[in-house]
């Protein structure tokens, strides 16, 4: 095929596709290796890993090397058709904390999870197997990424780094607005191993060594309502708890966390003073 034939096919693709090709995508559209090798000796696309290529006139962002890699794992199918597969592969583990800015965590190599068992020649590739529910995804410019609660939860369960969890934990709670019920749920058969007894003492926890305003105030604050309020796990608070997860989202964190837990506390649990 002639250079000037293949690359509106290419366009094509990387209209769909943020600027990204695979090899096989344009095999089966025509274009053989030998006009992409052409094509890329002439600067027209640049490879980003094996198999996947981008046009020349698209700027690489932070979400092109995991997007070059995840279409790599179904390199035919074109991305957003993808995302209606009914076992989809999902970005997740540390690959998700970094694309969803949970903490401070740089993945040595590209982690994905689907129902189905993949497997794979690339050596910065890792697929897990485990069922995600839909409800557990969410698609950040069109790739399917874990939940926020989905990864942190995915990440305990690896046992991660303490206080690199700890950082996730409230990258989440500030940045992403998550419910803090749930995610305390979630975190609850895990948070043994980091030392709490609870997903409430593990997110306060996380809340003091990571503040939204780099002071310790929230924290101690919301460490004292925990404790005012027992352990909220065993259902004894459980409508005290909801409410105050549905007034607290209403203005979520806009400057202390632990101010508004306290003063949307008092009128539910009784009046109690505040941490020395």
Excluded: C
Aim: no cysteine; hydrophobic share 40%.
């Amino acid at each position: 095929m002639r250079a000037s034939d293949a690359q509106p096919i290419l366009d094509a693709f990387g209209y769909l596709q943020h600027g990204l090709v695979t090899s096989a995508q344009a095999a089966d559209s025509g274009v053989d290796t030998t006009t992409m090798t052409r094509l890329f000796q002439r600067d027209v696309i640049r490879r980003v890993r094996r198999g996947v290529y981008i046009l020349a006139g698209v700027a690489e962002d932070s979400l092109t090397e995991i997007r070059a890699a995840w279409l790599s794992t179904s390199p035919r199918i074109l991305g957003e058709d993808r995302l209606k597969d009914e076992s989809p592969i999902v970005v997740s583990h540390v690959s998700a904390a970094s694309v969803l800015n949970l903490g401070d965590i740089t993945p040595a190599v590209h982690t994905f999870t689907s129902s189905l068992r993949k497997q794979t020649s690339a050596a910065d590739i890792r697929h897990r197997m485990a069922s995600i529910p839909t409800s557990d995804i969410t698609v950040i410019e069109g790739i399917p990424v874990t939940s926020p609660i989905r990864t942190i939860t995915d990440l305990a369960k690896d046992h991660l780094d303490g206080d690199q969890l700890h950082h996730a934990i409230a990258d989440a709670i500030h940045d992403h607005r998550v419910k803090i019920s749930d995610l305390a749920q979630a975190l609850f058969s895990h948070s043994h191993n980091y030392g709490h007894s609870s997903g409430e003492e593990l997110i306060a926890e996380s809340i003091r060594r990571f503040p939204a305003d780099a002071s310790s105030t929230e924290a101690s604050q919301f460490s004292a309502l925990v404790q005012a309020l027992g352990n909220p796990s065993n259902g004894v608070f459980e409508n005290p708890m909801a409410a105050l997860n549905r007034e607290l989202h209403a203005s979520i964190l806009k400057s202390s966390l632990a101010d508004s837990y306290m003063n949307m506390a008092r009128p539910i649990i009784g009046s109690f003073p505040d941490p020395p």
